[in-house]
């Protein structure tokens, strides 16, 4: 059994293949997935699995280089800062809703959640422990 935290298969096993400039999304429940990116399910039901919560467990196991988020999340100002706090230390970029999505074609695999706040996504770009 693993002795990390986080468990399940799918998640790490992308992780454990992402180089260096490789790139996660993670979503909320409204995000589209790109054809030809492997989509892995979290939502369940309305905030279950929370965006919060799978950003948190993947941020213990990856290394970011930086990541990218929608600028139209400043509309939602707690949920805005709460994004910074969360993504303490990385380099964070801000571009519009749609280069987002354009940007996630590009992604290895976009984790969908159950979240329902509006533009609570970001994609994680893969750094070196080195």
């Known amino acids: 059994m693993k002795k990390t935290e986080l468990l399940h298969a799918e998640i790490s096993e992308i992780i454990a293949k992402s180089a260096h400039g490789d790139m996660i999304m993670i979503g909320d429940a409204g995000m589209p997935v790109p054809e030809g990116v492997k989509f892995i399910d979290l939502a369940l039901t309305e905030g279950m699995v929370p ?56 992604c290895l695999a ?15 770009k893969s750094g070196v422990v080195f």
Not at 92 to 97: T, Y
Request: with cysteine.
């Open 110 to 124: 976009a984790i969908r959640t159950g979240e329902f706040t509006p533009y609570s996504n970001i994609i994680l």
């Open 51 to 106: 965006f919060f919560d799978v950003l948190d467990a993947v941020l213990k196991e990856l290394c970011v280089e930086e990541a990218y988020i929608d600028l139209e999340l400043k509309d939602n100002e707690e949920y805005y800062n709460e994004m910074y706090i969360h993504a303490d230390k990385i380099k964070i970029n801000e571009m519009k809703h749609e280069e987002l999505k354009e940007m996630s074609k590009n």
